[in-house]
């Protein structure tokens, strides 16, 4: 009995699936022949009802019953459709309009978004002042993550509120690039210089200024005698650099990350105004990055000895750099997808 309606179902599934693909009447009616005619799978199945007893009928039956009154409905509408298509078409015919005739009006061009222009602009820069390129995983370990980065366990940056957890094997999606520092330090040993450009992602709420994912580029040096000085130097000529403008200034206010040690906040001058504007919040000066000296217990989380070597990190949301160059104030409209947007690059 059990058997009997699951093969209903499946010759149910098989119509539907059928259905979806006939195009002409004669298929609607090969395939009413194949289902429902005299040795149709639907007919055959329904006259195996008589061989069960009436207990098993009175289950079956409605079932079978239902199966047939939905397939003749199946091959009416279809039938329908396919009338009413092609008289449509005649009509169109009829009146000499030639539906192939249209042709939009030349193929706009591709090209490459405007955040791989960004970010190639910005390892160009970098690499002219001797920096390698890095790469790292974005799926990652609470290791590279927090604690080889001195994020203690109970540090609210690794709220469960603020991180993508996967359940399965209790790996991340990563919410900065500064594991790459890790990484690289690892493979490469030191002295090390290089910036990673990638994608980091934080469980938040998106509005204009913020998106659960977003892209950040991360910096690292380390050496013997690396000083404070040198990372503003760097900062400052990328600055610069990125924004055309010898005049552009930096300066540093204290701050706290735990992978550095002293840290600091660095803003820029406004690159729009001289005496204060809406970008700026009238104070001439703009919020960038997260700086400082590499914390010795970074260091040491990858074997190298904070007595012989320091060095300098620094991380800045990319997102952020773009709005400013290109003066664009939703940082939604990037990953839009939103062609008229794009075009403008
Ligand atoms: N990882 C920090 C963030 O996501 C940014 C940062 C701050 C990176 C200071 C650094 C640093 O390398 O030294 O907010």
């Not at 002219?128 to 203690?152: H, K, R």
């Not at 209790?170 to 090390?192: C, D, E």
Request: hydrophobic share 40%; net charge neutral.
């Amino acid at each position: 009995m059990r058997e009997l309606i699951d093969k209903a179902k499946v010759i149910a599934l098989e119509l539907k699936q059928a259905a979806e693909k006939v195009v002409t009447i004669k298929e609607v009616d090969d395939l009413r022949v194949q289902f429902m005619g005299r040795e149709g799978c639907l007919t055959l199945l329904i006259k195996e009802l008589k061989d069960l007893d009436s207990l098993a009928k009175r289950e079956v039956g409605p079932v079978l019953n239902q199966i047939r009154v939905d397939a003749t409905e199946i091959f009416r509408r279809l039938k329908e459709d396919i009338e009413k298509r092609e008289a449509e078409a005649a009509n169109m015919r009829e009146k000499g309009f030639d539906v192939s005739a249209y042709q939009p009006k030349g193929r706009p061009d591709g090209t490459r978004h405007i955040y791989s222009k960004f970010i190639e602009d910005i390892e160009d820069i970098f690499m002219s002042m001797g920096f390698s390129i890095f790469d790292g995983p974005e799926v990652e370990t609470d290791f590279y993550n927090f604690q080889a980065l001195n994020i203690p366990q109970n540090h609210p940056a690794r709220d469960m509120q603020d991180t993508f957890w996967f359940e399965k094997d209790k790996k991340l999606l990563r919410t900065h690039t500064s594991n790459v520092q890790i990484h690289a330090m690892q493979k490469y040993g030191v002295p090390i210089a290089g910036v990673c450009t990638g994608r980091v992602y934080r469980y938040e709420a998106t509005d204009a200024t913020h998106d659960c994912m977003f892209t950040q580029c991360e910096g690292l040096l380390v050496d013997k005698n690396v000083s404070i000085s040198q990372l503003l130097g760097t900062v400052k000529k990328f600055l610069q650099r990125l924004f055309d403008s010898k005049k552009l200034k930096i300066r540093v206010r204290p701050g706290f990350f735990p992978f550095v040690e002293p840290g600091l906040e660095v803003d820029m001058s406004c690159v729009f105004c001289k005496d204060g504007c809406s970008v700026c919040k009238k104070t001439t000066w703009i919020e960038l990055m997260g700086a400082g000296l590499v914390h010795p217990n970074v260091l040491r989380a990858v074997k190298v000895d904070p007595e012989v070597y320091s060095g300098f990190a620094f991380g800045v949301g990319i997102e952020r750099l773009a709005m400013l160059r290109y003066g664009i104030d939703d940082i939604r409209l990037f990953h839009s997808g939103r062609v008229k947007f794009l075009q403008q690059f």
